[in-house]
């Protein structure tokens, strides 16, 4: 199993698995938020570790697909 940039996940087999996850709408939000925040500013250090907790919660949402999808075979 090989994890990729242009699909999700190839098999041995050379079957190529595409899961896309719809954009996290949150993740955006905060984002743009973090782009208007004056960098060093108590508000900017509050909204980044946000936006890396909600970049945390995504990964752990394709582990998860990756792992369901390989243990389903």
């Known amino acids: 199993m090989d994890f990729g940039v ?4 190839t098999l041995s087999t050379g079957e190529e698995v595409t899961t896309l996850l719809e954009e996290n709408e949150r993740l955006k939000r905060l984002q743009r938020k973090l782009a208007r925040q ?4 108590n508000g900017y250090g ?3 570790q946000k936006v890396q907790r909600e970049h945390q919660r ?9 792992r369901k999808f ?4």
Do not use: D, P, Q
């Open 6 to 9: 242009k699909t999700s996940f």
């Open 38 to 41: 004056v960098k060093g500013s």
């Open 46 to 48: 509050k909204t980044l």
């Open 58 to 66: 995504v990964s752990y949402k394709k582990n998860e697909l990756a």
């Open 70 to 73: 390989v243990h389903s075979w």
